[in-house]
C-alpha cells in the first residue's frame, strides 16, 4: 500500500478530483481549501472567509466539510438555486431525506468511489464512502445531465421545478 506524508495543519482539507471542476464553469466556491494546487472556480472563500455566512453569485461549486455540518451547506445550495455540490452518498440520513430527497433537482451517484486529494495535489486513497454530485436549480441540473454524459455513473432526475419545497 502506497501512503501519502500529508501537512497536519491541513490534513481534515481535501481536495476534490480536478477532472471534475475543470468540466464546469464555476463563478464561485464557497467551501475552498485554504491552499490549493488548483482553482476549482473563478472566486474561492476558504475556512476563513466563512462561506456559509456569505452572499454567493453565480453559478457555486460547493464541496463541503463532511459530517454534521454537511447538510448547513445544502439548505444554502438550494436557496441559492445555483449550485452543483459534492457530498457522500449517505442516502438513509436524515439530512440527505430533507436536503436532497426534498429539495435538490438532480442527483449524479458516481460508478465507484472518488479518490480525493491532498492540499500537495497529490491523489490520496479512494474514499472511505461513495459520492454524489447534487444539483439545485434548473441551470445546474442541465450542467449535471450534460456531465453525466461523459463519466461513469447514473444520473437521477429529481425535480424539474426550479425548487421543490
Same mark, same amino acid.
Given at each position: 500500500m502506497k501512503t501519502f506524508n500529508t501537512n497536519t495543519k491541513?490534513? +481534515?482539507e481535501w481536495l476534490t478530483p480536478p477532472y471534475i471542476t475543470q468540466f464546469f464553469d464555476f463563478?464561485?466556491?464557497?467551501c475552498s481549501p485554504t491552499v490549493r494546487p488548483w482553482d476549482t472556480a473563478k472566486n474561492h472563500f476558504n475556512e476563513n472567509d466563512d462561506g456559509l455566512s456569505q452572499d454567493w453569485n453565480g453559478f457555486i461549486f460547493c464541496n463541503p466539510p463532511y +459530517?454534521?455540518?454537511t447538510f448547513k451547506w445544502m439548505k444554502k445550495c438550494h436557496e441559492h438555486n445555483n449550485?452543483?455540490?459534492l457530498i457522500f452518498a449517505r442516502t438513509e440520513?436524515?439530512?440527505?431525506?430533507s436536503e436532497i430527497w426534498n429539495k435538490a433537482n438532480?442527483?449524479?451517484?458516481?460508478?465507484g468511489r472518488l479518490k480525493f486529494?491532498?492540499?500537495?495535489?497529490?491523489? +490520496?486513497?479512494?474514499?472511505?464512502a461513495p459520492s454524489v454530485l447534487v444539483a439545485y436549480g434548473s441551470n445546474a441540473t442541465l450542467e449535471l445531465e450534460r456531465f453525466s454524459k461523459e463519466n461513469n455513473g447514473k444520473l437521477i432526475i429529481l425535480n424539474k421545478k426550479e425548487k421543490n419545497k
Open positions: 491541513n490534513n +481534515g463563478d464561485l466556491d464557497p +459530517g454534521r455540518e449550485c452543483i455540490a440520513t436524515i439530512g440527505f431525506h438532480a442527483v449524479f451517484f458516481f460508478k486529494y491532498y492540499v500537495s495535489g497529490t491523489q +490520496g486513497m479512494s474514499a472511505n
